[in-house]
């Protein structure tokens, strides 16, 4: 019986919407919807500015273009999924589907984290050297950071479906999310997973935790930094230029550790809970990071109100 069912697996997965909403999900579907069009439209926006201004061609803005194509990514992967639960009340998901979803999910995932980082070492450098910040970050320096980055994401999140892959999946097919998460695919399994749970706890510590300390270790060196600064003037000034990083790098980490905390140790709360969660942890700094750099970015402010002149106009 063993030798049966040791390298059998699920044909489909079933998604999980939000629970205990599922007669509502027609009117949530509209809302749901706008979301996606802020996040596409909004990152769409910054790329677009950034490649037609060329007072943003500075490292600066190369960086936070990498992070609206994260955000995109990110937005784009639960896309499919997401709408066809809400809007068409499909649940149904191909196992190999559902690995693909997964492998794209988390590395636009470590793409982001990484982003973040070069964000902050791009604020250290502008802060402590500010006279030497163009030949310190040339264009050739941004292009290794970036390829860096997503060469890490890439690698580090490529064994993950295979890992998944050789579990056989012969009990329940139900996941819990409508989308497709690493700890939420393995928990079905019906064999062992300790391989599974070690690399993921060794993916997550090389990305997200090494990250974090990073961007920790830069902040605190760019406070020690603007201390040195003589006038109260010249520290407000500096600091005003981490503001939008910040609020990316509490975008992105507050929903991640919101999940990590829940998962681990929320077991006893309610299924609405854990969704709702997971559904923030990808929804939320796509949408916000675009509104975050459009509030703190005249050019991006003037692009916007172009587009929607010209709206009007054609109208």
């Not at 996606?36 to 007072?55: D, H, P, Q, R, W």
């Not at 830069?218 to 910040?246: D, P």
């Amino acid at each position: 019986m063993a030798d049966n069912h040791s390298h059998f697996q699920h044909l489909y997965f079933v998604l999980t919407g939000i629970p205990g909403l599922e007669q509502k999900y027609y009117w949530m579907a509209f809302p749901l919807g706008a979301i996606y069009v802020v996040a596409l439209f909004g990152n769409g926006i910054i790329i677009s500015t950034i490649k037609s201004e060329s007072s943003l061609h500075i490292p600066m803005y190369y960086f936070l273009c990498m992070l609206a194509f994260a955000d995109m990514g990110l937005a784009l992967c639960t896309l499919p999924s997401m709408l066809g639960i809400f809007w068409f009340n499909y649940k149904l998901i191909a196992f190999d589907a559902c690995l693909v979803q997964m492998y794209f999910i988390h590395t636009f995932s470590a793409i982001e984290s990484g982003v973040l980082v070069a964000m902050a070492i791009d604020r250290v450098v502008a802060i402590w050297n500010p006279l030497r910040y163009g030949t310190i970050l040339t264009n050739g320096v941004v292009c290794k950071i970036g390829t860096v980055i997503l060469s890490r994401a890439v690698c580090v999140v490529f064994p993950v479906p295979f890992l998944i892959k050789r579990l056989p999946f012969y009990r329940s097919n139900i996941l819990s999310h409508s989308f497709c998460l690493h700890q939420d695919v393995m928990r079905l399994a019906c064999a062992s997973t300790r391989v599974n749970s070690l690399y993921g706890l060794i993916a997550v510590i090389f990305t997200k935790g090494s990250d974090s300390l990073s961007i920790l270790l830069s902040y605190v060196f760019i406070l020690k930094t603007v201390m040195a600064i003589a006038s109260g003037e010249g520290r407000l000034k500096a600091l005003n230029t981490c503001v939008s990083h910040i609020c990316a790098v509490l975008i992105f980490y507050v929903p991640l550790i919101g999940v990590s905390v829940i998962h681990r140790f929320g077991k006893h709360l309610s299924p609405l809970t854990h969704a709702l969660m997971a559904n923030a942890y990808l929804l939320v700094p796509p949408v916000l990071n675009p509104i975050v750099y459009t509030i703190k970015t005249k050019e991006i402010r003037r692009k916007i109100i172009q587009i929607f002149a010209l709206t009007k106009i054609t109208a």
